[in-house]
């Protein structure tokens, strides 16, 4: 008998990362006792790996889309049967990034087809996913292919702060040729949409952060503030979204985690995720907005310099785990 929905999956990310290991952790945690009903889309032997690096005991069931789920054993869609012995705690290669891309595969094809709610990822190894074949900057990018999702913003989330990047992953000296006013409007609409949908907000509150220090200070400092950030908030503004700014960036994220604003809409990666780490770098979530599918992920790295000493956190992870199931939840609840 197939298994109940909603079921989330948890990818394993990168094999030789701290992914299989705040797995393993996430698992044993007893204060964790009412998760939901999940699958490990990953390998059994690198799980096994884990387990033992963190001196637990775990029973890893291999397990397929219409078989029940074990009670006493944590189910593994075995997407990947790696060598042990081939295996080198943080020196990923194109055959982790192989593995590690297979996982999101079968990950994205298995909600498409209803198996499952919605998936929560384990950090992976850009390079070893390029050396491996897949010419993507990272998760986003990849699940918006996959997904045929043109439009797709990064998301990190916390109780205290929530950020939304207009670029992403690309060299700081290239942000300013990378801005323009349509996808800077598309990313305030994006977050509007992505806080009333999907964390069931009715007025969301949203700032706009400047790229420039002091907003520019009137051309001063640069131009793009006038040019092009303030037209896309007049733009967002004159659609029904309640979005401020420029405002200067090094008091707007102090004024959002102080309830001011529920969400950031920032410039450039670092520009977010540097005050959002300092306030959530535990407990951080990431989530991919705009996908017709629901995926949340850990707020870090593979962190290979402490992978394979079981010193890694959980904590990221269970609140990735609990917001997809929140996320699923409320798009259930707004559907027609």
């Given at each position: 008998?197939?298994?109940?929905?909603?079921?989330?999956?948890?990818?394993?990310?990168?094999?030789?990362?701290?992914?299989?290991?705040?797995?393993?952790?996430?698992?044993?945690?007893?204060?964790?006792?009412?998760?939901?009903?999940?699958?490990?889309?990953?390998?059994?032997?690198?799980?096994?790996?884990?387990?033992?690096?963190?001196?637990?005991?775990?029973?890893?069931?291999?397990?397929?889309?219409?078989?029940?789920?074990?009670?006493?054993?944590?189910?593994?869609?075995?997407?990947?049967?790696?060598?042990?012995?081939?295996?080198?705690?943080?020196?990923?290669?194109?055959?982790?990034?192989?593995?590690?891309?297979?996982?999101?595969?079968?990950?994205?094809?298995?909600?498409?087809?209803?198996?499952?709610?919605?998936?929560?990822?384990?950090?992976?190894?850009?390079?070893?996913?390029?050396?491996?074949?897949?010419?993507?900057?990272?998760?986003?990018?990849?699940?918006?292919?996959?997904?045929?999702?043109?439009?797709?913003?990064?998301?990190?989330?916390?109780?205290?702060?929530?950020?939304?990047?207009?670029?992403?992953?690309?060299?700081?000296?290239?942000?300013?040729?990378?801005?323009?006013?349509?996808?800077?409007?598309?990313?305030?609409?994006?977050?509007?949409?992505?806080?009333?949908?999907?964390?069931?907000?009715?007025?969301?509150?949203?700032?706009?952060?400047?790229?420039?220090?002091?907003?520019?200070?009137?051309?001063?400092?640069?131009?793009?503030?006038?040019?092009?950030?303030?037209?896309?908030?007049?733009?967002?503004?004159?659609?029904?979204?309640?979005?401020?700014?420029?405002?200067?960036?090094?008091?707007?994220?102090?004024?959002?985690?102080?309830?001011?604003?529920?969400?950031?809409?920032?410039?450039?990666?670092?520009?977010?995720?540097?005050?959002?780490?300092?306030?959530?770098?535990?407990?951080?979530?990431?989530?991919?907005?705009g996908l017709p599918i629901v995926r949340?992920?850990?707020?870090?790295?593979?962190?290979?310099?402490?992978?394979?000493?079981?010193?890694?956190?959980?904590?990221?992870?269970?609140?990735?785990?609990?917001?997809?199931?929140?996320?699923?939840?409320?798009?259930?609840?707004?559907?027609?």
């Open positions: 008998m197939p298994p109940a929905i909603p079921l989330f999956a948890i990818t394993m990310g990168c094999p030789v990362g701290i992914g299989p290991e705040i797995i393993v952790r996430y698992f044993t945690d007893d204060s964790l006792a009412g998760r939901p009903p999940l699958v490990v889309v990953g390998d059994v032997v690198a799980l096994r790996r884990a387990a033992a690096v963190c001196a637990v005991s775990l029973n890893f069931l291999p397990w397929q889309p219409d078989e029940s789920l074990p009670e006493r054993a944590v189910p593994v869609l075995p997407v990947s049967r790696l060598d042990a012995k081939a295996l080198a705690w943080g020196k990923p290669d194109a055959v982790t990034g192989e593995a590690a891309a297979s996982y999101i595969l079968s990950a994205v094809r298995l909600i498409q087809t209803g198996v499952f709610a919605g998936m929560i990822t384990a950090p992976i190894s850009k390079k070893a996913l390029r050396d491996a074949g897949y010419f993507y900057p990272g998760h986003t990018e990849m699940l918006s292919a996959l997904t045929q999702t043109p439009c797709c913003h990064m998301m990190l989330a916390g109780n205290k702060l929530r950020v939304m990047l207009v670029t992403i992953h690309c060299p700081l000296g290239e942000v300013s040729a990378r801005l323009n006013r349509e996808e800077i409007f598309a990313c305030i609409r994006s977050c509007d949409t992505t806080l009333r949908r999907d964390f069931a907000m009715k007025h969301p509150r949203l700032a706009v952060a400047a790229l420039n220090p002091h907003s520019g200070e009137n051309g001063l400092f640069g131009d793009e503030e006038a040019r092009l950030i303030r037209p896309a908030i007049e733009q967002a503004r004159a659609a029904g979204i309640d979005a401020h700014g420029p405002l200067p960036p090094d008091t707007v994220f102090h004024s959002a985690a102080d309830g001011r604003y529920d969400a950031v809409i920032c410039m450039y990666h670092d520009q977010g995720l540097i005050p959002f780490k300092l306030l959530h770098f535990k407990d951080g979530v990431n989530v991919t907005c949340t992920s850990v707020d870090h790295g593979t962190a290979y310099d402490i992978a394979g000493t079981g010193q890694a956190s959980h904590e990221s992870l269970a609140s990735a785990v609990s917001m997809a199931v929140a996320i699923a939840r409320n798009r259930q609840r707004a559907a027609p």
